[in-house]
T-cell receptor, first 109, second 111 residues
Framework: SQTIHQWPATLVQPVGSPLSLECTVE??????LYWYRQAAGRGLQLLFY??????ISSEVPQNLSASRPQDRQFILSSKKLLLSDSGFYLC????????FGQGTRLTVV | DQQVKQNSPSLSVQEGRISILNCDYT??????FLWYKKYPAEGPTFLIS?????DKNEDGRFTVFLNKSAKHLSLHIVPSQPGDSAVYFC??????????FGEGTQLTVNP
């Protein structure tokens, strides 16, 4: 069966610090991979999606970036966090339906 | 451009009654629609989906209806249970590429 791992579950980072969130998928090959963010009281905002290794589409301009170094690994990064980067980050994979990780609660202080 | 819209941020129903969650979309190229349920501090979980070639799909207490001419879909939960209280997101995709989500509707089922 397919599983998705996302870590860490919670993170508190100071403004200006770097960020790296990692997501890995097991049990499937060549999935579409996604990073979403849910700000407080808001819906799911698509940040990045990838249809293959090294193929990243960015949906919104921001100081975040994503990379897919391996087929089942998706990394969300930032060189310098802003206060506005706080939120709940979700990784997901799909072939048809999308399946989500448990999320990372990021608080930038 | 919000291509998928859930105009009701919240809905409150009594246990045992029907819950109807609505979703509208603007992109006529969407061919597959999904509903997700989300509890606080957890990732969304897939509930039910429907292809654009159908107008109804049923799974237990959950039924999704699709009206392509109106670009509208709805999720019916009957009977509603307190454990159904969560945020419900509708999503749409074209050819199983990127998923576009609505803003979500907070459903509260009162005992």
């Amino acid at each position: 069966s397919q599983t998705i791992h996302q870590w860490p579950a919670t993170l508190v980072q100071p403004v200006g610090s770097p960020l790296s969130l990692e997501c890995t998928v097991e049990g499937t090959s060549n999935p579409n991979l996604y990073w979403y963010r849910q700000a407080a009281g808001r819906g799911l905002q698509l940040l990045f999606y990838s249809v293959g290794i090294g193929q990243i589409s960015s949906e919104v301009p921001q100081n975040l970036s994503a990379s897919r170094p391996q087929d089942r690994q998706f990394i969300l990064s930032s060189k310098k966090l802003l206060l506005s980067d706080s939120g709940f980050y979700l990784c997901a994979w799909s072939v048809h339906e999308a399946f989500f990780g448990q999320g990372t609660r990021l608080t930038v202080v | 451009d919000q291509q998928v819209k859930q105009n009701s941020p919240s809905l409150s129903v009594q246990e045992g009654r029907i819950s109807i969650l609505n979703c509208d979309y603007t992109n006529s190229m969407f061919d597959y629609f999904l509903w997700y349920k989300k509890y606080p501090a957890e990732g969304p979980t897939f509930l039910i989906s429907i292809s654009s070639i159908k107008d109804k799909n049923e799974d237990g207490r959950f039924t999704v209806f699709l009206n392509k001419s109106a670009k509208h879909l709805s999720l019916h939960i009957v009977p509603s249970q307190p454990g159904d209280s969560a945020v419900y997101f509708c999503a749409a995709t074209r050819s199983f590429s990127r998923l576009t989500f609505g803003e979500g509707t907070q459903l509260t089922v009162n005992p």
